[in-house]
């Protein structure tokens, strides 16, 4: 009995040690602290303010920001380090104003350009007066209240601030791996295509690359196009699919950068598809859709708005489904590192490290997985608007 | 969100996940009994699969 | 959806077309083409390769495929020439026979006549000789006769029994 028990203090010395150990873990490992983390706060504090701690940090590790921040602490007195760098704000408010990020000091600082302040709000960019003031709007007026940008006391968690947005072209994090990524694929791909000058076997990295290049040819574009037409579509679906499955993959690692949970980024490769796919279709394909042959006439005039809609619907699952795939690979990865300091004993930790690291392995799966989907569908639908009549 | 915001996403992603698991019971299926067709199997497999996923997902933002 | 349009990022968005665009036609050039090139190229070899080797292999079963023609026709015509020759001996082996046939046909003949001629002669002769002989035998028995008439006749019938008409 006696043994248990110094055992059980023992462990309980331990613990507090290896939490701290944890929590540094934790912040390497999935990168931005937010910075609406209340100051002085301890994590050990209360499972309440914790479970709220990991439902923000969860929540800003999927959102775009406009600094480039590896990890945060707070000092003892209580103020917050970032360790990264700022990047280049572009908005644009009767004029291109550009200006550093380190300027807003992650939503804790004004930033005055040309007479304009500027503070961020929930990682927005809000046009506010010199002290920073966000004003909320009408529209909720049980929650209507004034507070300041640095994000003390946020009650309201839905309030849309009534401050003016000013178009931003920031470039953010998100925006620099989009960049950074296209350089790698274009070094990457350049070197390997230059192999080929020199002899006709690949050689290096090539030796990797080609088969996953004959891949997208032969199981993707070829079975879904046609051998005749598939030419014209190679570009497209090898960018997107070495696109989509690099920024996946660059997004499990700890950098903490996630560019395809943001919906304008599918949004915008959705949009590409539906582009290629409406300027593409022949006769037989818009015939398919305003007069579906073969069924009577009120038929074909109840199938046209359907299969009209079915045309956006198609680009528009692609967007969702990319985005959330990702999105909920990360809430659920998140989630359960979260867990490790909810659960506060030997059982929980390394649980939820176990099952962190199976669902890391699953993640690296759908990162693949996601983009081949992609691309399918994206090749199925440059398909059905370029294939010819059979009846 | 709501209590009936919750069920109802709980209702699709049941809906969803028994549409997806015969989907791919029928396809294993298939695939033993004809296992040189696998390829297509597989492909009209990922394709019903990523439409049901789609109405999904679809449904669950909307709720 | 709610959250999902307030989430969306229009300088994102614009970014992320601007920047995928450009990386796709820049990987068009740089990148895609010429692997795709290279690669549908090689195809191209190996096929070409493939279908030379085949038709070699075609072109290889020709050549035996004519030499054993060739090697039929030739033995065909030994055969023919073989035979031949055979038919020629036996013509000029039966045309000699027949010429000898006849030669010696010929021959005795020629013997049969010679033969017949000497038997002439011979019969000519004897004749000739029987008549001297009898005229002598005459002449002896005309003068025995002359003698003794018994004497004559025996005498003449002694000289008949000696003389034999060969």
């Known amino acids: 009995m006696h043994q248990f028990f110094r055992t059980h203090s023992c462990s309980d010395m331990r613990y507090s040690i290896l939490s701290k150990i944890l929590v540094t873990v934790f912040v390497l490992f999935t990168g931005i602290v937010s910075a609406q983390s209340h100051e002085g706060e301890e994590v050990e504090t209360g499972a309440h303010d914790l479970k709220t701690e990991i439902k923000e940090y ?18 003892d007195e209580g103020e917050h380090k970032y360790i990264g760098f700022p990047l280049p704000v572009i908005l644009w408010d009767n004029g291109l104003k550009i200006f550093s990020s380190s300027q807003l000091k992650h939503g804790e600082g004004v930033a005055e350009v040309d007479g304009n302040y500027y503070a961020l709000y929930h990682n927005k960019i809000y046009k506010t007066d010199a002290e920073g003031t966000i004003k909320f709007g009408a529209q909720h007026d049980e929650d209507t209240h004034s507070e300041d940008a640095f994000g003390e006391n946020l009650v309201v968690e839905d309030a849309h601030p009534s401050n003016e947005r000013p178009l931003d072209f920031s470039i953010t994090k998100n925006v620099v791996f989009i960049a950074l990524v296209g350089l790698l694929m274009f070094l990457m791909f350049r070197s390997v295509a230059s192999n080929y000058k020199k002899s006709n076997m690949p050689k290096g990295l090539g030796r990797g690359l080609e088969p996953l290049v004959m891949f997208v040819r032969d199981e993707i574009a070829i079975p879904n196009i046609g051998e005749h037409k598939y030419k014209k579509y190679m570009s497209y679906l090898l960018t997107v699919f070495f696109f989509v499955w690099i920024i996946n993959l660059l997004g499990l690692t700890p950098l903490g950068v996630n560019v395809t949970n943001n919906i304008a980024v599918t949004f915008a490769l959705a949009l ?29 005039i109840i199938l046209a708005p359907i299969e009209l809609l079915g045309t956006f619907i198609k680009p528009f699952s ?20 979260g867990l490790m300091f909810i659960f506060k004993n030997w059982i929980g930790s390394p649980l939820s490290f176990v099952l962190a690291f199976t669902l890391s392995l699953l993640e690296l799966l759908v990162a693949a997985l996601q983009a081949y989907i992609f691309t399918m569908l994206s090749a199925l639908y440059f398909g059905m608007a370029t294939e010819e009549d059979h009846h | 969100m709501t209590i009936p915001n919750i069920v109802g996403a709980g209702l699709i992603v049941i809906g969803a996940g028994l549409g997806i698991g015969r989907i791919g019971g029928q396809a294993m299926e298939a695939i033993a009994r004809q296992p040189e067709a696998s390829g297509k199997i597989q492909t009209a497999m990922l394709i019903a699969a990523a439409l049901i996923e789609g109405i999904g997902f679809a449904a669950l933002f909307a709720a | ?79 023919a020439l073989l035979k031949e020759a055979r038919e020629i001996k036996e013509s000029i082996i039966s045309e000699a026979k027949e010429h000898a046939q006849v030669e010696g046909d010929k021959m005795i003949k020629q013997a049969q006549a010679t033969i017949e001629a000497e ?7 004897i004749k000739a000789q029987v008549a001297n002989l009898s005229l002598e035998i005459a002449e002896k028995v005309i003068k025995e006769e002359l003698s003794n008439k018994d004497k004559q006749l025996k005498l003449v019938d002694d000289m008949l029994g000696n003389i034999k008409l060969n």
Not at chain 1, 58 to 75: E, K, P, R
Not at chain 1, 275 to 281: H, Q
Not at chain 3, 46 to 58: D, M, P
């Open chain 1, 58 to 75: 969860i929540d800003h590790h999927l959102l775009d920001s406009h600094d480039f921040s590896l990890f945060s602490y707070t000092t």
């Open chain 1, 272 to 300: 590409i598809t539906y582009f290629i796919t409406t300027f593409s279709g022949n006769k037989n394909y818009w015939k398919h859709i305003f007069w579906m042959p073969g069924v009577p006439v009120p038929m074909k």
């Open chain 1, 318 to 337: 692609l967007m969702i489904r990319l985005y959330a795939n990702i999105t909920a690979g990360h809430v659920v990865l998140m989630s359960i590192i």
């Open chain 3, 1 to 79: 959806m709610e959250k999902l349009l307030e989430q969306f990022s229009l300088g994102l968005f614009v970014w992320q077309l601007v920047l995928f665009i450009g990386l796709l036609l820049l990987l068009r050039k740089f990148a895609w083409k010429p692997i795709l090139n290279a690669v549908e190229k090689r195809e191209e070899g190996i096929k070409g390769a493939l279908e030379a080797a085949e038709a070699a292999k075609k072109e290889m079963q020709n050549v035996t495929a004519d030499s054993e023609k060739l090697l039929k026709e030739a033995r065909a015509e030994r055969d």
């Open chain 3, 119 to 125: 038997k002439k002669a011979a019969v000519a002769d």
